[in-house]
């Protein structure tokens, strides 16, 4: 299937940069657990939790609302825990990009339960057209049109996720 490119690695590696320096100031004291969403977020949590310039933990969730398909099932499964307990900490989930926001939705009201310090949620890329269920997203890398993307972390049926780039994938 045909790519075409729509953030460039350099681009990326800017705006995480200025994410990095913005969230350092943003949180001046106190644990930050970073909670990367496995598998997608994986690039973003590696570049993003080196662009902070203080100390952060850092640990996975694993969490599936969408099959194989680009279209959402609607249906939100913990595949993976958090190792941590997160109680009293400043929690930032860090999530590759948000669609129907139905995953992180969900997630913001299952990690609130465990009484972080405060939780914030950082996504590099935001479909807004997209939204079905309200997320307040503090740190935004990029919002993006409606279109089907791959790329740093994004995958088509796993497919494509080392690109360096974050393309559009053109049916046909
Ligand atoms: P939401 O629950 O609809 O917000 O979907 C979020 C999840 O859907 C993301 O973590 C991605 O795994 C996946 N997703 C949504 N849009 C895209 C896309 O354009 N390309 C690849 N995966 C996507
Ligand atoms: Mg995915």
Redesign the pocket.
């Known amino acids: 299937m045909p790519l075409r490119t729509l953030l460039s690695e350099e681009q990326i590696r800017t705006r995480i940069a200025e994410l990095g320096s913005q969230i350092a100031r943003d949180y001046e004291d106190g644990d930050l657990v970073l909670i990367g969403?496995l598998k997608?977020?994986c690039y973003f949590l590696a570049d993003l939790s080196r662009a902070i310039r203080r100390e952060v933990f850092i640990d996975f969730m694993g969490?599936s609302?969408?099959g194989r398909g680009?279209t959402?099932s609607g249906e939100?499964k913990v595949t993976k825990d958090l190792d941590v307990s997160v109680e009293g900490a400043h929690v930032l989930v860090v999530?590759?990009?948000?669609?129907?926001?139905?995953?992180?939705n969900y997630l913001v009201s299952l990690l609130e339960q465990r009484k972080p310090k405060s939780l914030r949620v950082a996504a590099l890329?935001d479909?807004p057209e997209?939204r079905v269920r309200p997320?307040d997203v503090a740190y935004v890398g990029f919002r993006i049109p409606d279109?089907?993307?791959?790329g740093y972390g994004?995958?088509?049926a796993e497919r494509y996720r080392n690109l360096r780039d974050v393309c559009i994938?053109d049916p046909d």
């Open positions: 969403i997608g977020a969490i609302s969408y680009k959402s939100v999530e590759d990009i948000i669609d129907s926001g139905i995953t992180l890329l479909k997209r997320v279109e089907f993307v791959v994004l995958d088509y994938l």
